[in-house]
DNA sequence: GATTTACGCCTTTTT
DNA sequence: GGCGTAAATC
């Protein structure tokens, strides 16, 4: 296969380039990963560089997995040595797993995910005694992940950042980093900072990298933060070959430290960097680039640079507002269900800004039998059962790991509660010691009841066992053996429903499959811990999936055909959060971008001035996203911009808050009757009315009337709305409930 | 000491 | 509407 034959002028440009650095400014969906790609095949094909001499890193570990796919494809399989394509993480933990111990930590160290590190931070207030209302544990670790996303060390924290609580909060980021360290443990954010640290102090462990991983590629630069790029830094000193790709307009990570400076300092980083743009789009139509192009040009921190495509202009964009939430799932999955008899290849994505919005359309796709996948809700590595057990296993391997030890301590119940822990973690604390070290010292304890002490005694051995066990046996066999010790699987059986065990009894049993399996393509336990602890639920991201709900952010170097951009509202999209701070704004119009540039054939937009929060109806109407105003009106149908059942405040700007009172949502068509007993008024008010009365002879639906439907049984159409070229019915079922649907395709039945 | 119930908080986005 | 913590009860 020629490897070059594929690309355009500034694709092979950018593949052929030699050594010595360059930037490559990629737009979405100009073939940037398929340049990486190509560009690794190439180094390798010509001899340029040894696989084994280069490194070639992503954001997620699905990125990674994709390109060694790809590399694989170009190449073939089965050469000696493959090239090492990773995630920035992941590629720190490797490095981490074989020098760590030069700053004093051991190799088998844990890594702290979110949940950990807000465990950690709790039992650090708890101990102190200080009120968690005054120091939300969120908060908290939010500041200290930001300043160790800005290389902002413990002990200038407060000179850095100096506020009320600066010195409380530079207290509490030491006492952290303390504890994680008595706890052998690193969090993600130190993952990058200890190699950093490793690399910078070690110039022997710095050479050997730097000559290991001659050829550096970088993937979605525009998201690095102040590690990643030291990190980078340090490792392409020497020989310089960094490529990296990117794109301003596709920065989304700001929240987590990534400096979009990076990328457009790259030519001073790096001197002498040859800058490459690929501008032509070989993903979406005209008018899907056109569209999200006009709204990212609102933009004012940006190189500005203009895709074009060759592909067809294709259909208009279209735009739906909708009276809830929920009719706003049900229009589109309504759509969906079209799109999917149309093309039953089509792959669709419904997007959203908040996981939280997630709930309806997974509703309603299961009502409609449609078949989905969810991206990042609750993840399989997070669901509680297999956290347990995988605290079990960092509990065996580095005993020390304090969170974990006291997460399984006394689940499943073994009589060791509150008052017996809380003594050890202050035994622990007073001497400064990990908790296990306390467990074996406080045995004796003549503060505990006997009953304890024989609790706690009977853990111990227990415990001591697993370490015993975890040097020469599988993780996998480890696993086993503990859930049938501890009678994991019964304790699970009598707390919770039948149904709800029997899923998590699945769960565990997934999860001991893929610790064997693990074991079996020759990992050790803490690859697979590893692997475990930096997975995301976006890997899991079935290709074949024909339909997949997910964030914004999630769905970021995906395509799919159609993509709905769901919940267009202030304060959703942009997020209320965002909304003030301009560079926020910017990000998050960046984000809008992302989002509308995933769609290959068709992009559709929704909105709803009705959307519950916090399950109750809101008292102020939502706007329509001022993202929806950015549009070019000609290129999108059905743009219901103006909220006609909102009485405006005269002195409201945008961006304030406009009250409507509860006459709001009578005032149109689309009122709809909120209990059975309104609902019994309703009815008996159209049939009498004239609606009642059908077209004479006509089949044409109109409301009032009643129809049948094949699967919903019998009903009564309550509101018929035009949408673009079809019509859009509510119907009240006597079996099934209010149903929203399309009359073009409902194949109803008048009656 | 464990289990059940009430209440309050909440929502960005992720490795 | 849902989850986790805190009080109340067994």
Redesign the pocket.
Known sequence: MDILASLNPQQRLAVEHGRGPALVLAGAGSGKTRVIVHRIAYLIRNGAARPEHILAVT???KAAQEMRERVHALLGRGRTAEPLIA????FCVRVLRREIHRIGYKRDFSIY??DDQRRLI?QILEEERRP??ET?P?EILGRI?FAKNHNIPAAVFAHRFPSADADLLQHLYTAYNDRLRRANALD??DLLLKTVDVLERFPEVRDRCQEEYRFILVDEYQDTNRPQYDVLQLLAGKHQNVFVVGDEDQS??K??GANIRNILNFEKDFPGARIIKLEQNYRSTQTILDVAGAVVANNTERKGKTLWTDNARGDVVTCYRSHSARSEAEWIAAQIRTALREGPDSRLAILY????LS?NFEDVLMQYGIPFVVV?SVGFFNRMEVKDLLAYLRAAYNPEDDIALLRII?TP????????TELLTRNALDKGVPVCQALRESLQDTR??V??QRALARFHETLDGWIAKARDVSAGALLEEIIAQVGYHEMLKQ?DSAQEAADRIANVDELVRAAYESGERGESALDFLDRAS?S???DQLDANARVAL??V??AKGLEFDVVFLAGMEEGLFP?F??RDAKE?LE?ERR?CYVGMTRARRKLFLTWTPHR?????DSETAALPSRFLKEVPAELVEGLELETPYTMMDKESEYGQEWHYGKAGRSADDTEQPRSLAELRTYLAKLQSGKHGAAAGGGRQLKTGMRVRHAQFGEGIILSRERTGNDYKLTIFFSLAGRKTLMEGYAKLQPL
């Open positions: 954001f997620t570990n995630t920035f993480h992941s995910d979110t709790k968690e209302k939300a969120r992940s993600f954010d989304i990570y929240f987590r800004r908040t996981n939280a709930r990042g006394n119940p073994r009589g060791i509660g509150g008052t017996t505990l009841s009953r304890a707390r930096l995301s639920e976006l997910l964030t952010h999630s997020h959060q965002s926020d990000e984000l519950r929060r916090f399950g109750q």
